[in-house]
């Protein structure tokens, strides 16, 4: 069975928008640079408009100048220009018909308009693709899956940038108000130290890595951040790499019972042990916690789960990625060596706290090349492939590996792009794997 086609009733308001835009051109070319990063000739309904914008291009790239008779010029060259046809005008009639006759004030909201048509086309093409699977016996999961992958490929207008995009006076405005009526909606760590370095908890778009060797708590500080800000009522996502979401869940039952990890999992707790464990499944099941545990999962995938989370809950206000060096990237992306693919996911890392205004806490694994050192004491050129990690983050801390072993450790804040560097106590509970407040709290 052949799914039905959909047809929106668009195509003059299109037509309408796509002269505007070529009018606005020719009478400005100066703005073909700003539109140019907004939409491409395939975006365009009307050929003959599409063939117009890319000879546009073409002049540009050649360095020559754009007005009614070198487009004329470069149709004609493509042999286009007798088909270049606009109400009863055709050629270079019809080109100087478009540059009089539409207006010229808005190229980039024509642009953005332009763009919004065609994917509202591409929209109803991959609708018609979901609605033809979901007829030939596809898996649901599969369609869904398949679905938000070309759908989230769409480009869109941005209206994103838009909402970045604001005058001096209307960022002092909003600066004026967090300053002075408290405005700002941090992430509590948990940790008061930590919280009061930070000036007052993790704040978007902050990219913030906490970095170790293996085995120096690394996972039990994210958790117990992640469970810290979702007691205060923050949503969290977190992205586990290294273990499974059953493993996380062991793990945070352990740290909030005090029951082994190994007896739970044995299934030899005790009657009290029992009643802990249960207590703690009907205190925490509601807890605003999203867990992925997706194998080398790309910065693609992860925006797409984001969205998807959004979607259904209205908010996130906390990414967790345990580790950084675990990520994959996205399928067709090729680098020269691991140091550039790191590099890469770091940034892309780094576009997520802006793009999703949230901040992100990601471990990291630092080299081996501290441990050759007499002072064990970690430092930023420890980073592990470190690339572009220091430069793209907003701040870098560790774990001294020595203290850890023993209870009271040092949380080091190496770099702090917008506050106080330092180090500062936490106690490490082994028997839960919990970090708490260091020992003068």
Known sequence: ??????????????????????????????????????????????QNLGWAYKAMLELRERGLGIDSV????????????AEFIISSFSGRAALSYIRSSFKGDHPRSYANKVLGYAAKRRMMEEFNNGATW?????????????????????????????????????????????VNNGNISFVPTGFID??????????????????????????ALMLSVT??????????VMFSLEMSNMQI?????????????DVMRGRTMNQKQKELYNDFIENFEKLPIHLNDLPAISIGVMRQTLYEIIANHGTVDLVIVDYLQLQGTDAGTKFGNRQEEVSSISRGLKLICKEFSVPVLAGAQLSRAMEKREEKKPILSDL???????????????????????????????????????????????????????TKY
């Open 1 to 46: 069975m052949t799914a039905p086609v959909l047809v929106l009733p668009y195509y003059d308001l299109a037509r309408e928008q796509e002269e505007n835009l070529i009018g606005a051109l020719l009478k400005d070319p100066t703005q073909l640079e700003l539109v140019s990063s907004i939409v491409q000739p395939c975006d365009f309904y009307i």
């Open 70 to 81: 070198t487009l004329g010029d470069e149709l004609d060259r493509h042999t286009k220009l």
């Open 134 to 178: 979901a007829q030939n016996g596809r898996e649901p999961d599969e369609i869904r899956n398949d679905m938000i992958k070309r759908l989230t490929n769409i480009k869109v207008p941005n209206a994103k940038a838009n909402q970045h995009t604001m005058t001096f006076k209307e960022a002092l405005s909003q600066n004026y108000d967090e």
């Open 194 to 219: 930590i919280d009061r370095a930070l000036g007052g908890g993790m704040y978007a778009p902050d990219f913030m890595i906490v970095a170790g060797r293996p085995g120096t708590g690394k996972t």
């Open 227 to 236: 469970m810290n800000a979702a007691k205060a009522g923050k949503r969290v």
């Open 249 to 261: 869940v062991y793990r945070c039952a352990s740290m909030e019972t005090g029951i082994p990890f």
């Open 384 to 438: 592990r492939e470190s690339g572009t990690i220091e430069q793209d983050s907003d701040i870098v801390s560790f774990l001294d590996p020595d203290k850890v072993k023993i209870g009271n450790t040092d949380f080091i804040i190496a770099k702090h792009r917008n506050g106080p560097v330092g180090t500062f106590p936490l106690f490490f509970d082994k028997a839960r794997t919990l970090f708490k407040n260091g």
